[in-house]
Nanobody, 121 residues
Framework: QVQLVESGGGLVQTGGSLRLSCAAS????????MGWYRQAPGKVRESVAT???????IYIDPVKGRFTISRDNDKNTISLQMNSLKPEDAAVYYC???????????????WGQGTQVTVSS
């Protein structure tokens, strides 16, 4: 069984910083791309940042220059450093990972439970 556990959400003032972390654990044979999505009330879930197993990163335009995604392949963890936070960044943030679990023939997406980020103006 594979699970992703997130931590690090909370309440921060506009301009502040937060760091989200996500750890994948369980019967894992391989981990591919990992990343973060977010979903604000009444909006669709959107991809925020992605990092490949080779360390290539992709960000959506609204967070470029403010957010930094990183990963530790040995520990199967990713982090999202969020700086200069804005009220529009407020959302539930979900980590995901493409994982090949033991006894699986291919990679499948796994999701964390979500962590709330609130930005006060």
């Amino acid at each position: 069984q594979v699970q992703l556990v997130e931590s690090g959400g909370g309440l921060v003032q506009t301009g502040g910083s937060l760091r989200l972390s996500c750890a994948a654990s369980g019967n894992i044979l391989g981990v591919g791309g990992m990343g973060w999505y977010r979903q604000a009330p009444g909006k669709v879930r959107e991809s925020v940042a992605t990092i490949t197993s080779d360390g290539i990163t992709i960000y959506i335009d609204p967070v470029k220059g403010r957010f930094t995604i990183s990963r530790d392949n040995d520990k199967n963890t990713i982090s999202l450093q969020m700086n200069s936070l804005k009220p529009e960044d407020a959302a539930v943030y979900y980590c995901y990972a493409m994982i090949k679990a033991r006894h699986s023939r291919s990679y499948s997406p796994y999701w964390g439970q979500g962590t709330q980020v609130t930005v006060s103006s």
